[in-house]
């Protein structure tokens, strides 16, 4: 624990979130604004959120929500919403190929354990993230940093009551900002920088928002394109020799139309539509020689077979307000899809196998591209109802329906003989109807309950679809739909013994719903070993926390202490060597501790820190996960530290800066769970710990701003994960690790007007 506190200790800042980093409402599902106050006396921001038409400072709120502005992060060449989750306290995020847009978020203990995902991601009221286990939603993310967003909104604990399925770890709201209907407004930014033992990285980006009709329409329209430069090389596997440099490479483009339409006095319209694409290169794991952690061809060094992989998000939505007496009726419709597709010539594993299947000569097969295409079709409506007259109750209730369709498709074929040897395809629908609603009773100004209930029933059903004879032949299965009802809870209590203090505490229960499984049979005896249905699972969040400030204002504090049981957790699960779904025995408890600060010294000078402790562990053994009791769950750091001090200064009357310093600090985590069962292939490699400082400056003069930066200062190597599986029969056991990006040099230039 000493070296862990000497690495928050030495760093003097944490800032890479910016500015503006606040806590607010989990009920901020309804605020559509927010204000900033700073009077010339104080130097400290008060900063207000409006939710359900009534202005909450952030102490008054009880529950806790991260908050960024994306300006803080992108001015620091912080591009992905993957930076700002391991900046908040109680967040994590896992990537498993180094891609942008690839991972999978977790809070407080809850971490992925399949592929359907533990947090749900909104833009505004529209829910983008898949409630199916066969479209990779725990692995495939939207990630919306460089679109025109007022602020991201990272809610910690379980958010069934507002936001349903699959908000069990939490919720990532994007909250984008409104046309203007009066003054037009716009910016543009140029980024470019330099990675370490690798290329040039690109970023342009920028937006126009104006009135059509003054008063009445308004339109923002928004764009960017990204080009990152790799640092990860490609080598032949059987020389060592590098074949192509900076294989990791990317690129990505997104746009996007927001309309804006005050039909009358009490009614208003928004109309969005958005598209992104983004392409890969290489995969970022690095090869790994053994299980001392030694790259097997130097350092940044892949022998991944390079080939075709695309992620395109696409989303349409029409929300309507309208105001009544006493209550604003809120009804937004929406249709968001995403597609990916991979392909990698895999002829050296499966040419030879191919050419035996088909009769085919030795050496005859010269291709064997292996695709891989997921895809999410979901359409939603929702209707809400918020109470806005002042008085002793505040409630909201609604109505929600979803309908989506995925599939999940692989395919592999022998060139040029054209032949197949495996076609297989998932394709599933998922439909939710629910009900919700929460009420709040104030027993006085300063004491208030908080009531909420959601109830959902919800349907999935999957067909197994089969060709080719590593397939077994062409068949098709209806396989057994899952069906289910389920109601979670919200219970929260708020008290303010003084103006500068705020305790609260929360209850509240998350769930994943119900799906088909994929069959798996014993080769012996043909028995089914799989689960027909993988059933819904639970989780009960237990919270108490404190906010308030100090020294007139000068001091922030926040600190919560929470308790979660996960019963029957949806996890993957292995029958001789193939994996499907399946629900643990009995489930996780996690337990922890968060606490952050901001001490503003002087109105230049100040400091920010964070901290997080989890303690997650599985109740009892866990023979089809090869688990047992008090294991630290899988991708889940237990402690994460963030520290930081700023100071900002006035060069003349027209032109300010700023200087900042923070670093970040990450705990080893677990990447399986390893009993010793001979039949476990999956190996606990564990990820390694490290620190990363970022230093920036900056001046802003009249619409100028630029800045200069630099992360991962002291270029530190480390690895964030590893992926290692035994080869049965033999003593090799098959390693990659996801490197941590080395140091990043660059400037960003912005004009704004």
Known sequence: MNNKIKYLTRSIRMLVYGMSVVSVSAMAQQAEESTNQETAEESVEVIEVTSSRRVQTIQDVPASVFAADPDDFLERGMTSLADMVETAPGF??????????????????????????????????????????????????????????????????????????TAMAGAVRY?????????????????????????????????????IVEGKVGLTLSGFTMDHGGYVDQVNPATGNVVRENANESDAHGYSADLYI?????????????????????????????????????????????GEDNLTHTLLSASFSYTLDGAVVDFTSSKAKYDSFNGQDVVNL??????????????????????RAVESDKTVHELRITSTTEGDWEWLGGLFYTDESTNNAQRLVGLPQDFLALDAGFPS??????????????????????????????????????????????????????????????????????????????VASGYRPASSNLPVFDPFTNEQLSQPIVEQDDLWSYEVGIKGSLLDDRFNYESALYYIDWDNFQTVVTFFGVTTGGNAKSGITSKGW????????????????????????????????????????????????????????????????????????????????????????????????????????????????????????????????FNANAVPGTSIV???GIPLEPRKVGVSVSYAF
């Open 734 to 736: 098959d390693i990659t």
């Open 262 to 306: 005050n039909a009358t006095e009490d009614l208003d319209i928004r109309i969005k539509a958005m598209e992104q694409e983004s392409s890969f290169g290489l995969s970022s794991a690095v090869r790994i020689a053994s299980l001392d952690k030694e790259e097997a061809y130097g350092e940044l060094k892949s022998d991944n077979a390079f």
């Open 594 to 721: 968060e606490g952050s600060f901001d001490y503003q010294l002087t109105n230049n000078f100040g400091f920010r820190g964070s901290a997080a402790f989890s303690d997650s562990t599985l109740n009892e053994d866990e023979p089809l996960l090869f688990g047992e009791a008090g294991a630290q769950v899988i991708r889940v750091p237990e402690w994460t530290y963030n520290a930081a001090a700023f100071y900002d200064y006035q060069l003349n009357s027209n032109v300010a800066g700023w200087v900042t310093l923070s670093a970040r600090f990450k705990d080893e985590m677990s990447t399986a769970y390893d009993n010793g069962d001979p039949s476990n292939t999956s190996v606990n490699l564990k990820s390694e710990e490290y620190t990363t400082v970022n230093f920036t400056t900056g001046l802003e003069w009249q619409n100028w701003t630029a800045s200069f930066y630099v992360n991962n200062l002291f270029d530190n190597d480390a690895y964030t994960y």
């Open 175 to 211: 909250i984008s900002n409104v046309p203007e209907l009066f003054d037009s407004r716009g910016k543009f930014t140029a980024d470019v920088s330099h990675t370490e033992n690798g290329d040039i990285n690109q970023v342009y980006r920028g937006f126009y928002s104006f009135p």
């Open 429 to 506: 629908e998922y439909e939710e109807l629910a009900a919700f609603g929460n009420l709040t009773y104030y027993v006085t100004p300063d004491f208030d309950l908080t009531a909420g209930a959601r109830f959902s029933q919800t349907e999935q059903s999957l067909t197994f679809t089969t060709d080719g004879p590593l397939a077994g032949g062409a068949s098709v299965q209806q396989l057994e739909t899952a069906d289910e009802s389920v109601t979670t809870y919200l219970f929260a209590a708020r008290y303010r013994p003084s103006a500068d203090t705020s305790w609260y505490a929360r």
């Open 92 to 165: 994590s995020f896992q990537s498993f190929t180094g891609q942008q847009g690839r991972g999978s978020i977790a809070a407080r203990g809850v971490s992925q354990q399949n592929d359907t995902a533990v947090t749900a991601i909104y833009v505004d009221d529209v829910p983008l993230t898949s409630n199916s286990s066969f479209a990779a939603g725990g692995r495939l993310y939207f990630d919306g940093l460089l679109g025109d967003v007022q602020r991201v909104e990272l809610i910690k604990g379980p958010q069934g009551t507002l936001f349903g399925a």
């Open 350 to 371: 499966y040419g030879p196998l191919i050419e035996m299947l088909g009769g085919f000569d030795s050496g005859s097969v010269e291709e064997a591209p292996l695709t």
